[in-house]
């Protein structure tokens, strides 16, 4: 079966996030003050072959800990569905 996993990688609450306080930064100089506490990421789609669902869940929360996510300084959260 094909599957489709949606994988968004965050910094940690605690790390600073040089980008995230840029674009707050900037928002002020676009009319937006209101909006703050900006993060900046990175969201990951990815398509797997797998027997089931539970094996896809399985494969892309290795890929996530292996290669995708440095799980030192950011935080991960997928979701698969078949496809």
Request: with cysteine; glycine share 4%; charged share 25%.
């Given at each position: ?34 909006i703050e506490g ?21 494969k892309v929360d ?22």
């Amino acid at each position: 079966m094909k599957f489709k996993a949606e994988i968004d990688v965050m910094p940690h609450d605690a790390l600073l996030d040089p980008q995230g306080k840029a674009v707050t930064n900037s928002m002020k100089n676009v009319g937006l003050p209101e909006i703050e506490g900006v993060r900046i990421g990175k969201h990951i789609r990815l398509f797997l072959e797998a027997d089931s669902l539970e094996i896809a869940n399985s494969k892309v929360d290795e890929a996530c800990k292996k290669m995708l996510a440095n799980q030192i300084m950011e935080s991960y959260s997928f979701s698969v569905a078949q496809v």
